[in-house]
Antibody, heavy 119, light 107 residues
Framework: EVQLVQSGAEVKKPGESLNISCKGSGYSFTNYWIGWVRQMPGKGLEWMGIIYPRDSNTRYSPSFQGQVTISADKSISTAYLQWSSLKVSDTAMFYC????????????WGHGTMVTVSS | DIQMTQFPSSLSASVGDRVTLTCRASQTITSYLNWYQQRPGKAPKLLIYAASSLQSGVPSRFSGSGSGTDFTLTISNLQPEDFATYSCQQTYSTPWTFGQGTKVEIK
């Protein structure tokens, strides 16, 4: 069974750094793109970027390029989403998702990590 | 970036109804169009990929059609568990953008 298990909810202050994780199991983590999706409170889904764990090839949405860093450690089947300096506007739910189909649809999703940034 | 526009933004329907949701791309995406369902407080769930292919385990009352720029998701015989928000997504080119969603509410 494919599973993506995300790290727990975070409460941070503006300017702090943060790293959230997504651990894959039940499939060949190395061989499939895994991505991150943001959902701000009461809003729609926003595609942030994806990484191919085998070679760490990464693609970002222009909206998130330079704002976050996506990485992966294939040795432990884990993807990461990192901020160096959080803003209040980063408050959102973040989902990881992987695509194992040829057309790149996200067929498996994590349960989400809620990030709250407040002074 | 390819912009995805969904309409309507919300609709009210009754159990047993047939509803059609629309998604339009700002340029051709051939058939690289996916549909997701998201219930409140839950992660999105893939329903349809490649415009018309039903994801494994998804009831056959869900169907998708379209190609190029215009796509539809049809739910026939609406069930109580179908009241949710539906989002389309193009995977023709990165960034793989989502539409803003259509909320299907109980009439």
């Amino acid at each position: 069974e494919v599973q993506l298990v995300q790290s727990g909810a975070e409460v941070k202050k503006p300017g702090e750094s943060l790293n959230i994780s997504c651990k894959g199991s039940g499939y060949s983590f190395t061989n499939y793109w895994i991505g991150w999706v943001r959902q701000m409170p009461g809003k729609g889904l926003e595609w942030m970027g994806i990484i191919y764990p085998r070679d760490s090839n990464t693609r970002y949405s222009p909206s998130f390029q330079g704002q976050v860093t996506i990485s992966a450690d294939k040795s432990i089947s884990t993807a990461y989403l990192q901020w160096s300096s959080l803003k209040v506007s980063d408050t959102a739910m973040f989902y990881c998702a992987t695509t194992t189909v040829d057309t790149d649809a996200f067929d498996f999703w994590g349960h989400g990590t809620m990030v709250t940034v407040s002074s | 970036d390819i912009q995805m526009t969904q309409f309507p933004s919300s609709l009210s329907a009754s159990v047993g109804d047939r509803v059609t949701l629309t998604c339009r791309a700002s340029q051709t995406i051939t058939s690289y169009l996916n549909w997701y369902q998201q219930r409140p407080g839950k992660a999105p769930k893939l329903l349809i990929y490649a415009a018309s292919s039903l994801q494994s385990g998804v009831p056959s009352r869900f169907s998708g059609s379209g190609s190029g720029t215009d796509f539809t998701l049809t739910i026939s015989n609406l069930q109580p568990e179908d009241f949710a928000t539906y989002s389309c997504q193009q995977t023709y080119s990165t960034p793989w953008t989502f539409g803003q969603g259509t909320k299907v509410e109980i009439k």
